[in-house]
């Protein structure tokens, strides 16, 4: 970054060089707070820099009643879910859906809000989940607010997932924690499986095989002392940004290395990008260790479809970045899911790939790009983290001449230190 640049406008940077700690997995974050709450504590949960969906969830569980001291980045919990409350659920679709399941085998009544992002998202799909295990669930026309009036014992169910997400599965199998009996749960595609791996970690029989997970309940998980992984997911800003760059060496230390968070470093190796994993420790159940990418290579088109886009599904923003250095023709489809994110993730990216010069074409599942003049541009985020990030990365990277951001405190839903932090790799 030019000494010019600021945190709501970006230049190239003359090098990217750094080692990063990075914040803690949301998507960990999320299920080490919930499912500590179930298991009634003790429970500690270490988490470093929590985004504000983290603390989100972590507000919703006080609210219906399970004691959360902080000391530092340590969370300590106690005491299960008791009492009937309307929760916030802020920006976070993670929390919403997979607290809708922890409460529904609970005798408690919750109603979840949030944002006005977050109630333009269909609550339907995990609405319809609950019910089929009898519990009672009212959605305002399909989104938020939304009510759950949970009850003890839920029946046991075979679900078959209308799209492969990780969080409708995770809601399923939380419900199914309350059945007396095998849930089973079939996904579309494969998806992250944090539940499954921390909930067998914590006692409860639960595995996956291939696109079926099964959980048997009634089952609660431990108590348990965890400290997050770094989120790889704010990797692969760095790990887009170095690859993009002519002089870029980085590395980020203590990230998540589960295999299905890793399908971006495999993309990018693909497009001919260098970058070696190192797992150095196993938290929970979760492999931790070292990413580390280097700049100066030239990139390769890639397609990306079927069941790929799962598990890029929150990295898919920062791949268009990619394939907008190329100068051949890039595709990305089957990600419908895109338009109901945080904002419509098809419509926010190819309108800032426009911005910046780029030859692109929305598609209604995705988007066809290429490289074509390197402009400067002022990006709309509509709020959403991610599209922040991914352009911040492409001026940074020398994708776009400069950006502006026109919300930049939006990265704080995921990434609080996103600034600091591209300060200090750019010099
Ligand atoms: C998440 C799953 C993904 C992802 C979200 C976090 C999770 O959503 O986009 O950021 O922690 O389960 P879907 O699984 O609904 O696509």
Redesign the pocket.
Known sequence: MTPASTRSSITPAARLRGRLTLPAD??IA?RALIFGALSGGPTMVTIRSPGLDVLSTLGCLRAVGVSIEQSGERYLLSGRPSRDAVVDCGNS??TMRLLAGAVAGLPLTVTFDGDASLRARPMERVASILRAAGVEVTTTDGHGPMTVVGRDPLMPVRHVLP?A????L?AAVLAGMSAQGETTVEAPGP??D?TERMLAHLGVPIHRDGRVTTVTGPARPLPFDMEVPGDPSAASAWLVAAALHADADLTMVAVGLNPTRLALVGLLQRMGVEIATRVSEVSGAEPVGDITVRGGRALRAVNISGGEV?QL??ELPLIAIAMASVGDTSEVRDAG?LRV?ETDRIAATVAGLAAIGAEVEPLPDGWRVRRGTSQSARIATHGDHRIAIAFAVAAVAGVASAVEIDDPDCVAVSYPGFWEDLAAVSG
Request: hydrophobic share 25%; glycine share 10%.
């Open positions: 949301k998507s999320h679709g993670t799209v997400s990780a969080q409708l995770g998806t992250r944090h799962a599904i929150d899911e994110k």
